[in-house]
């Protein structure tokens, strides 16, 4: 899987720009706020059709334009796909493929899979546990379309079911319907514990791997999943995890009467990391939080492979900084197998990059 050829039009900062790409490391360098961001932002968006740093699409269109677009040529699968992304003010977006329009976003993962390193993901280690909730959905997304059909259906019972204990008191009839929410919100709840938990089996054994060459074997990261205290085997039958998370929630049906939020279910669950048996939200250093972070992504993406063949897009913003010189290596030279774009801030340690290309960004533009 890779992408061959980008093409961006009143995109972030970018007029106009063509590119083609190494199917091997694409190193992108150039001074801060040129536009290498925005370059990988718009990688990424072809796979995810969203943004890491926009909430709305309105944001990635040039400040004095009306639309933009991006437009890649993938190759995926033994087939070549053109896949475009149109995005105007006030419009909604339209995404197709070979020229073919896309009824839904998930469609466009089915095509193009990326895993994104950027400078934020340092939160999936220092801050709370929404944020680490929200690494494996993405991944997990890609992967399971089941899993993302009940991602979709949970959150769409938990936005009513807080409704209902909200406004309770101001409308006692709102209750009649409390138990029957909760209880598909325990049957969709239970598909997401089944998929995280054996998501997380897998990952601790690919990241921990990569997590022990990175640091050159001299430190060990250890994951662990916090779910519903009442789920007595995750990665056991989904009706066994259902039973678990309604008991958990008949306990817990009056605290969250009196708390008026919902208090119980994997909207709750987090992701504890661990490095050399500390757990590194406390303790690791800059270095070794980046290095953690790193870690989970790259063994996403061993899982990615194991799963469909094919290596996902590896985009890297400003990973570089902040590592010593053996870890520099180890993200320029020993990340092996498919297509990896970095950005850096200069050519420093890119001498002996001899598997790919370099690409100088100015202003918008490859100079």
């Keep these: 899987m890779r992408v061959t050829a980008l093409a961006l039009e009143d995109f972030r900062n970018y007029r106009r720009l063509e590119a083609a790409f190494s199917p091997a490391v694409n190193v992108i360098y150039g001074e801060n706020a040129q536009g290498k961001t925005n370059l990988l932002e718009a990688v990424a968006y072809l796979s995810t059709a969203a943004s890491h740093r926009a909430r709305y699409d309105r944001e990635l269109i040039r400040l004095e334009a009306q639309s933009a677009r991006i437009r890649a040529t993938v190759e995926a699968r033994e087939r070549v796909f053109r896949l475009e992304a149109a995005l105007r003010r006030g419009q909604r977006r339209q995404l197709s493929s070979n020229g073919v329009k896309l009824k839904t976003a998930g469609e466009l993962s089915g095509i193009l899979q990326t895993v994104l390193f950027c400078p934020e993901d340092l939160s999936l280690i220092r801050a709370g546990a929404a944020e680490r909730r929200r690494f494996l959905d993405e991944c997990i997304c890609q992967l399971r379309p089941r899993y993302a059909a009940a991602l979709g259906q949970y959150r ?91 008991e958990h929630q008949r306990t817990h049906r009056q605290a969250e009467l009196e708390a008026r939020q919902c ?105």
Aim: with cysteine; glycine share 8%; net charge negative.
């Design 156 to 246: 769409r019972l938990h936005e009513h079911k807080t409704r209902i204990l909200r406004d309770w008191e101001e409308k006692p009839a709102l209750l009649d319907a409390l138990d029957d929410f909760s209880f598909q919100m325990a049957q969709a709840g239970a598909v997401l514990i089944h998929y995280r938990a054996h998501f997380l089996r897998r990952l601790r054994e690919t990241a921990a791997a990569v997590h022990a060459d990175f640091s050159g074997g001299r430190e060990r990261l250890e994951l662990d999943y916090a779910t519903v205290s009442t789920v007595a085997d995750p990665l056991g039958p989904t009706r066994e995890i259902f039973e678990g998370v309604l």
């Design 263 to 367: 208090l119980t279910g994997p909207h709750k669950d987090d992701l504890t990391v661990r490095v050399n048996g500390l757990e590194a939200k406390t303790y690791a250093s800059q270095g070794q939080t980046r290095t953690a972070a790193l870690s989970l992504k790259l063994g996403c993406r061993e899982i990615f492979h194991d799963d469909t063949g094919e290596w996902p897009v590896l985009l890297l913003d400003d990973v570089l900084s902040e590592l010593d010189h053996r870890r520099r290596e180890f993200v320029l030279h020993r990340i092996t197998g498919g297509q990896v774009f970095i950005t850096c801030c200069e050519e420093d340690g890119l001498e002996g990059l001899d598997h790919g290309a370099v690409f100088h960004i100015h202003a918008g533009e490859l100079v």
